[in-house]
């Protein structure tokens, strides 16, 4: 489109946030890169997502398990490129223990990072995008948002909760150009994942190939992880105006884990 838009990706100097804040640049948004990494992290990322940017990305430090931060991440991005069109709430953490064994501080870190963050950014970002009568905000979830598994109560109740506010966004914001949706990814192929698949081999005692089938996989029907890329492209559709009338929904990319 002809309209210059403003996008930012929260958690965007890794994985599917980085991905996302590519496939943005390189259609000519305006970026906003936030994340609460160490320097070099931030220069690899912010040097990857300017290779084919053809509008402006700035870098925005924000820890998005404290509410002002949050809150304020937005206001800041709105004050440097002057408007913001789409919110992207992908920053996410993970804690794999038993309940009665999942640390209190960890339970409360992670509703904080990806529950509590995308309520503060939401309602920072609502006032612009109606007052524009355009706006997209895409929270990405989980199929852990539709789906348990053992052992991730924290993760599998805030991602169940993000798709809760989702919808309740969708239907406040519907008469105003304004979409919300909620984007569930199976397991995605992300620096994350991949050091996941070695600690886990050392601990089930399989070679790195076995633990991807047999125990990372095995929920994905495909025995195929999806791609970050494919998470951006999602995430570019539904910010065309074709998707205008796509809001409240919860979209499935997780290789038919969900069907069953
Ligand atoms: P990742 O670890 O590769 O990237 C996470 C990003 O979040 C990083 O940029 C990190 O800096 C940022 N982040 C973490 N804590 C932060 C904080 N306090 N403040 C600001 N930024 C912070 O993870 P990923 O695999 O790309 O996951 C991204 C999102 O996708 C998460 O919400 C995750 O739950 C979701 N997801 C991932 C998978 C998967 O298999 N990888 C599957 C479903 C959903």
Redesign the pocket.
């Known amino acids: 489109t002809a309209t210059k838009r403003v996008a930012l990706v929260?958690?965007?100097?890794?994985?599917?946030?980085l991905a996302i804040a590519k496939k943005f640049a390189s259609i000519g948004y305006d970026v906003a890169v936030?994340?609460?990494?160490s320097e070099t992290d931030i220069a690899e990322a912010m040097a990857e997502i300017g290779a084919n940017a053809s509008g402006r990305v700035a870098y925005f430090r924000?820890?998005?398990?404290d509410p002002t931060d949050s809150f304020e991440l937005v206001g800041s991005v709105i004050a440097k490129f002057g408007q913001l069109d789409v919110l992207v709430n992908?920053?996410?953490?993970q804690k794999v223990a038993p309940v009665e064994d999942f640390p209190p501080g960890d339970w409360d870190r992670i509703l904080a990072?990806?529950l509590d963050s995308a309520f503060h950014t939401i309602r920072a970002s609502i006032p612009g995008m109606t007052e524009r009568g355009w706006g997209r905000i895409i929270n990405?979830a989980?199929?852990h948002g539709l789906r348990a598994s053992p052992f991730k109560s924290a993760y599998v109740a805030t991602k169940h909760a993000v798709i809760g506010l989702t919808r309740t966004v969708a239907l406040e914001t519907a008469e105003k150009g304004v979409t919300a949706n909620a984007i569930c990814?199976?397991?995605?192929w992300?620096?994350?994942?991949a050091t996941q698949v070695a600690d886990q081999a050392r601990a089930h005692n399989l070679s790195e190939e076995e633990v991807v089938r047999q125990v990372m996989l095995a929920p994905q029907p495909t025995r195929q992880f999806v791609q970050p890329e494919e998470i951006a492209e999602m995430a570019a559709y539904l910010c065309s105006d074709f998707a205008r009338s796509i809001t409240g929904s919860a979209i499935s990319i997780d290789g038919g884990w969900t069907a069953k």
Do not use: Q, R
């Open positions: 929260t958690g965007s100097t890794s994985g599917i946030g936030n994340s609460f990494e924000a820890d998005l398990a992908n920053a996410g953490v990072i990806s990405i989980s199929a990814p199976g397991y995605v992300t620096p994350l994942v």
